[in-house]
């Protein structure tokens, strides 16, 4: 299983943009990258996941990077519906998360 | 439909009593899933079914035994559990489970305390 790491939290501002950085610097060349968000007492949410190419759906961009060993979440304008913990994770034939990262949203 | 529900939301148990979380999908999925999640601490994958088949125990202790009667329904049979089995349980569905891209569709959990 490939180990990822996360910063423990990070603050943002209402509005602005937000990104979220991964390290899975074991990744192997077929473990899929998925980013999912879990609110207060609540299941995980799926929020995007990509393999080599950035990607981009309603919710929020992943860049991965050339070498894969990282990725970044980009929440575009964050909302007070964004506070959340972020899981990054990676998959091979199971899907194992990294510790997440507390996300505040300020007004 | 595309919810996952888990019953119940709470459980409270003593160390000798036998009991059951449910879960449910009417997504048409064939892979679901239990994870388990302490406080704090990110989901870690208990067991997986493919095709009502149990594909992947992640070591898991024979206290916890999964079942899957049918493509909708996913139990896990509790017995004899111990205080540090307390934690949240997650159950999980996705289209398939070898397709590496698929999401996995999440309920809310039960909050199992084993006294």
């Known amino acids: 299983d490939a180990k990822t790491t996360q910063p423990n939290s990070m603050e943002s501002n209402e509005e602005e943009p937000v990104h979220l950085p991964c390290n899975h610097s074991?990744?192997?060349?077929?473990?899929?990258i998925h980013w999912y968000r879990q609110l207060p007492s609540q299941g995980p949410e799926y929020v995007i996941h990509g393999l080599t190419s950035n990607v981009n759906n309603r919710m929020a961009s992943l860049a991965i990077a050339e070498d894969r060993k990282s990725s970044t979440l980009i929440l575009h304008r964050a909302t007070l519906r964004d506070a959340a913990v972020y899981y990054c994770g990676t998959s091979y034939g199971k899907l194992t998360f990294g510790q997440g990262t507390i996300l505040t949203v300020h007004p | 439909d595309t919810e996952v529900t888990q019953t119940p939301k709470h459980l409270v148990m003593g160390m000798t009593n036998k009991k059951s979380l449910k879960c449910e999908q009417h997504?048409?999925?064939?892979?679901m899933y239990w994870y388990k999640q302490k406080a704090k601490k990110p989901p870690e994958l208990m067991f997986v079914y493919s095709y009502e088949k149990l594909s992947i125990n992640e070591s898991v202790p024979s206290r916890f035994s999964p079942e899957c009667p049918n493509s909708s329904l996913l139990n896990l049979h509790l017995h004899a559990l111990q205080p540090e089995d307390s934690a949240l349980y997650l159950c999980a569905s996705s289209h398939h489970r070898d397709r590496d891209y698929n999401e996995q569709f999440f309920g809310p959990g039960t909050r199992l305390t084993v006294l």
């Open positions: 074991t990744i192997s060349g077929t473990d899929y």
């Open positions: 997504m048409g999925h064939r892979a």
